[in-house]
């Protein structure tokens, strides 16, 4: 089995987007105050704080949308990556601003609810985006067509789907076109040297390639030198 489907980005991303946001929501919304707090793929992280997390990243993407840029880009979907190196996920500065901001919602519902309205806004403002041809915007210092901020979104929303659901039996899985193109952009970061090599399916690559899953003795037989390069981001 070689790595999972290649190639170009889809077309409708904004629906991949909205599904993305959609079961992460499907998620979230009903779960007791107990199952926020409990653990999730990032440490130190429990569902409401990861949550939290996600909610800025949406309000980021309404930022992004209302901030176009004139300059041609400088980074794309898998370039834009390059700047976040793996690292200890949950051991950051981040991490004590997200606990702060969790905190401050006294109910879980209230958390949902504002979670909700914001994706759903990021969303329709993707949709606006991508209907413009060649829209550029700037985000966190870059230049980033609208497809290609919008890819990281998804892979931002899908990779932290799979962290939250691990200790939520019964929840939805990630969105399938949202794993696809996670994986097309961690085979970006790998390099064409290396994928032939992989022989895992699209979720297990994904969970290994960025760490959340380690590495085992016939995993890094079937990788031989290029294991040395993951995780691939954090």
Do not use: N
Not at 6 to 35: K, W
Not at 44 to 56: F, I, K, R, T
Not at 59 to 87: M, N
Not at 155 to 165: K, P, S, W, Y
């Amino acid at each position: 089995m070689k790595a999972p489907a290649r190639g170009a980005l889809p077309l409708g991303l904004a629906a991949t987007l909205r599904r993305a946001y959609g079961r992460l929501t499907e998620t979230v919304q009903g779960l007791s105050d107990a199952d926020f707090q409990r653990a999730t793929r990032c440490p130190g992280m429990p569902v409401g704080q990861l949550l939290v997390h996600l909610l800025y990243d949406a309000e980021r993407a309404l930022i992004a949308f209302a901030s176009p840029a004139a300059v041609e880009p400088d980074r794309d979907f898998v370039t834009y990556w390059k700047d976040f190196p793996a690292h200890p996920r949950g051991d950051d500065a981040g991490t004590s601003f997200v606990r702060t901001v969790a905190a401050a919602y006294r109910r879980p519902g209230v958390l949902v609810q504002h979670w909700r309205e914001v994706s759903e806004a990021a969303t329709r403002a993707a949709a606006f985006g991508l209907a413009e041809k060649g829209r550029r915007i700037e985000t966190q210092g870059h230049v980033l067509r609208a497809t290609d901020f919008v890819a990281t979104l998804v892979l931002e929303a899908t990779v932290h789907h799979l962290d939250l659901i691990v200790g939520l039996p019964g929840a939805p899985e990630p969105d399938p076109e949202g794993l696809q193109v996670t994986a097309r952009t961690l085979d970006g970061l790998f390099g064409p040297e290396a994928w032939d090599e992989i022989g895992w399916d699209t979720t297990t690559y994904i969970m290994k390639a960025t760490g959340r899953v380690p590495l085992d003795q016939d995993d890094l037989d079937m990788l031989g030198p290029h294991a040395d390069r993951l995780p691939l981001l954090g």
